[in-house]
């Protein structure tokens, strides 16, 4: 373990050696600096794609940051002599060959072989497209990555400043127009956020694709409760470098409530301001708060939002997507007047599992001002969710540490509903013999015999069933399928920011503890993340309560609830309703007239 205080925080930074490179699987390529052209029509993926332009590529460039760390990238660019704007792809996974280039490969989850050339990295876009169109593609490892120097830093102002510098460096080279922009999917769009809000001049557009913006509230710290085992275990596990990485397990240790070092990792929205095409997804069990939060927040006049039905990896590289990508990039770092303006601010899937979506519903902004709300009372005297407050005041119970105990409420919908839009839980709880609790929730819908109806989010048949094959008690795996929005509550990091809460969207502080005495009940607000969700008439719409994740499994390394994240949850649990307790669900409903 080794410290230093980054960045001026005032706080110490664990650090721990990075994954060597020689590790077996980790498959980093030795430096190979050098020019090559790749010939059109060759082919560098079984049944990929040829090459349908020539591309240069200069393999390992180096570019010099402002602390003179040296850090290395791969330049893929047309072969004519003519100025082109260049597309920076900012990536911890491998911007040549590597474990997640292996073992990631988009093809795995669905992608057709014939839409990909083979040359794009992890999470990021085609090379091959983007030169025959008139773009060079700039693959650059992060600090502390492969074989880039430096330590490994996860997210904050330092990255974000990284990114500046190597923004201007590209626009400064003889072959660039000077406009850069940067492109990719999940940690490939969460630093994003961070370099934008750097505000290089030479950055001229980013797209951002399904990238949070907060790593301690929608990461490893979501509602209070700590689980690492996401970015521990499936992400940072498989990153490999040559001398040290951040230790962000070891710093929610040692600092579990909001500090200077977790505020660090709250990307500045209100910082950037160039045009930006945003893609969000309601399934994604790490992404979806923070990427629709970004749209609202970030100061841009020109900004975009896409809200997709299908797996992010698969997303990026359909073909009708990168021709719409196209189009923004050809406004904004061409200058050609292409009508892109005219497209939807807001284009939404409205996600109907057991049923068809609707894709690409125009809308003019996010939330949808037309929103009504619904208030669902919580009935423990029959399982049900009502309209009117329970005159009676009743009791529901769970064991807290009890992995397989749960309490469900049901309504039964008599006609078709939209849920779009942000939903509340408020709560009556104790602990019968404990002085914290950990609330996990879920809202699904079932068929009329109870059956759990799911979205699954690829298109390919041999993928779908594959996935439904992996149903594991009426639940899929996360980040495959999805059936409603979840959330989840720390009982003791339950005070709020009175001045960013609004009924239905309360902001933890996370800044203190407020400890139960056992059996002392307590109002909460646990959130659910946005969601939209039809509900057909007879369908029913269920809300799940336990002391352990519910909703979607988790299945590595495919982010998802850790099924067995460690809790403070001891004996029963107890949530009041009724009479005085006010326990319910807050729905955010569409007017059936205004549905596209």
Same mark, same amino acid.
């Given at each position: ?251 929610? *240790?040692?600092?579990? =409530?909001?500090?200077?070092?977790? &505020? ?6 209100? +910082?950037? @301001?160039? !045009? $930006? ?103 423990? *005297?029959?399982?049900? =969710?009502?309209?009117?407050?329970? &005159? ?6 769970? +064991?807290? @540490?009890? !992995? $397989? ?192």
């Amino acid at each position: 373990m080794d410290v230093h205080n980054q960045d001026n925080l005032d706080v110490e930074v664990i650090f721990r050696p990075a994954n060597p490179l020689d590790t077996p699987g980790a498959l980093v390529p030795p430096l190979q600096t050098g020019t090559t052209v790749l010939p059109k029509g060759s082919v560098h993926a079984k049944g990929g794609m040829p090459l349908p332009s020539d591309i240069r590529l200069d393999r390992d460039v180096a570019v010099t940051l402002r602390d003179d760390t040296v850090i290395y990238g791969d330049v893929y660019r047309p072969t004519g002599d003519e100025p082109v704007p260049v597309i920076l792809v900012w990536t911890p996974y491998g911007k040549f060959q590597g474990w997640w280039n292996k073992n990631m490969y988009a093809t795995n989850f669905g992608v057709p072989p014939e839409d990909l050339s083979g040359l794009q990295g992890f999470e990021a876009l085609d090379p091959a497209y983007w030169c025959d169109h008139g773009y060079a593609i700039a693959v650059v490892d992060v600090r502390g990555t492969a074989r880039s120097g430096g330590d490994l830093l996860w997210w904050g102002r330092a990255g974000g400043r990284d990114i500046h510098d190597t923004v201007e460096w590209l626009a400064e080279q003889q072959w660039c127009s000077g406009k850069v922009a940067m492109a990719g999917n999940s940690q490939l769009a969460i630093l994003q956020w961070f370099g934008a809000a750097e505000r290089p001049p030479h950055l001229a557009a980013i797209a951002p694709w399904e990238g949070c913006v907060d790593m301690y509230r929608e990461d490893v710290g979501r509602g209070g409760i700590q689980e690492t085992k996401f970015h521990a275990q499936d992400v940072a596990a498989f990153l490999y470098g040559e001398n040290r990485a951040e230790d962000v397990v070891a710093m929610l *240790a040692k600092y579990p =409530l909001m500090n200077a070092y977790w &505020a660090d990792k709250r990307a500045r929205l209100d +910082q950037i @301001d160039v !045009p $930006a095409y945003i893609v969000a997804s309601w399934a994604h069990p790490i992404h979806c708060h923070g990427t629709l939060q970004a749209f609202r927040e970030i100061t841009s006049t020109d900004k975009w939002l896409r809200v997709s039905n299908e797996l992010e990896w698969v997303d990026i590289a359909d073909p009708g997507n990168v021709a719409d990508l196209r189009r923004f990039f050809d406004r904004y770092l061409k200058g050609i007047d292409n009508g892109w303006e005219d497209t939807p601010r807001v284009r939404l899937s409205v996600l109907d599992p057991g049923g068809t979506d609707q894709v690409a519903r125009p809308e003019s902004e996010w939330p949808l001002a037309r929103q009504g709300w619904r208030t669902l009372y919580l009935n423990p *005297a029959n399982g049900t =969710l009502s309209e009117e407050l329970p &005159a009676q005041e009743a009791l529901a119970r769970y +064991q807290g @540490d009890d !992995p $397989a105990s749960s309490v469900t409420f049901t309504c039964t919908f008599a006609e078709d509903a939209e849920i779009t839009g942000h939903l509340n839980l408020h709560l009556w709880v104790e602990a019968e013999a404990a002085n914290d609790m950990d609330l996990f929730a879920a809202v699904y819908k079932t068929d009329s015999e109870g059956r759990r109806l799911h979205h699954v989010e690829v298109r390919s048949p041999e993928m779908r069933a594959a996935i439904l094959g992996m149903e594991t008690d009426g639940r899929l795996p996360s980040g495959f399928g999805y059936e409603g929005p979840s959330g989840r509550l720390r009982v003791s990091h339950r005070a709020l920011d009175p001045e960013r809460s609004t009924p239905s969207e309360p902001y933890l502080t996370h800044t203190e503890e407020q400890f139960l005495t056992p059996g002392e009940c307590v109002p909460v607000e646990l959130a659910l993340w946005p969601t939209s969700l039809l509900v057909r008439a007879g369908e029913r719409l269920v809300v799940e309560i336990a002391g352990h994740p519910v909703g979607n499994v988790s299945v590595p390394p495919m982010p998802g609830p850790d099924q067995n994240v460690p809790t403070r949850n001891k004996g029963t649990h107890l949530i009041r309703t009724g009479g005085t307790y006010d326990s319910h669900l807050l729905l955010p409903i569409i007017p059936p007239t205004s549905r596209g």
